[in-house]
């Protein structure tokens, strides 16, 4: 026991970010607490959001990560070698590093092409399953979108003759008719 207190009395922070002047009226936001499951990337885009104001300062920046940080990361931060954090850039990092396996990986743009409305599925169903897929998608592919959202649905869908007769231009007006379809499709039930 004794070992891992030595181990956690031990600051992984340089002199530097270890004496650096705080605010004097700064107020802690509030954060997400890391669990160690979601992806830290995104951890650490909320933490960089809630301290924009006081990005600059290196010294709070490192010591407010930590009040960030759940059980288990605190486990990771008081492994870290004694002055071997000397900015908030190498704190991300090594947080990162560490972490890796958590990050999301973005689905790949054919994962649209497969999606297909299935026979007694509903457009609300397979609209809400669509969307889901293509808002993990990274990057701009909304004429792919367009497309391929009325090429999953069935040949005889009416949605789908009305999109071969006038074509959606956008996701937006995509996301109307389809909205207008499904209340058709409510209202019949």
């Not at 959001?49 to 931060?77: D, I, T, Y």
């Not at 850039?89 to 999301?104: D, I, N, P, Y």
Request: charged share 30%; glycine share 6%; with cysteine.
């Amino acid at each position: 026991m004794s070992k891992a207190l030595n181990q956690i009395s031990r600051s992984p922070f340089t002199r530097r970010i270890e004496g650096g002047k705080l605010p004097r009226r700064f107020t802690q936001p509030t954060f997400t607490m890391y669990n160690g499951r979601i992806d830290p990337v995104e951890h650490v885009s909320h933490f960089n959001q809630r301290m924009a104001v006081h990005s600059k300062n290196e010294a709070l920046m490192c010591k407010m990560f930590l009040s960030s940080l759940g059980p288990m990361a605190m486990r990771w931060f008081d492994g870290l070698g004694g002055s071997s954090i000397d900015s908030f850039k190498e704190l991300t990092r090594a947080f990162g590093s560490h972490f890796v396996t958590c990050c999301r990986v973005p689905r790949p743009l054919d994962s649209l092409l497969c999606m297909t409305m299935r026979e007694g599925e509903t457009l609300k169903t397979y609209s809400d399953k669509y969307w889901a897929i293509f808002n993990e998608i990274d990057g701009n592919f909304d004429d792919i979108a367009i497309r391929t959202f009325k090429v999953g649905l069935p040949v005889e869908h009416d949605l789908r003759k009305s999109l071969t007769r006038k074509p959606a231009r956008s996701v937006r007006q995509l996301i109307d008719r389809i909205d207008e379809y499904k209340r058709v499709e409510e209202y019949q039930q």
